[in-house]
């Protein structure tokens, strides 16, 4: 993969030399020329040939963290509600006075 962007890269650079050199071309020809046959395409097939490594490693960097988040759940003790010892409300209901 390297290979093929240095050898695209060397053929633009190529063509943006001869836009430079020739008696009818310009520098700044010879800029856009590089930058546009050479530059821009090579970055777009680059970053569409790079998605499903970058995609790989977001799948494995979520599972990871799942994986994390499971095993401190595992290792936190669950507390149940009437853990600390103390009676949920009155043992005895209150009694009513009447008139």
Known sequence: MHLVVIGWL??????AVAEAT?????????IFTFLLYGLAPVALVVY?????????????REAAEREAAIRAAE???????????EPAADAVAPVREEK
């Open 22 to 30: 020739n008696t009818n071309g310009t520098v700044l020809g010879a």
């Open 75 to 85: 290792d936190t003790p669950s507390i149940a509600p009437d853990a600390g010892g």
């Open 10 to 15: 060397y053929v633009a650079l190529m063509m």
């Open 48 to 60: 569409l040939m790079a998605t499903p490594a970058r995609r790989k490693a977001q799948r494995a």
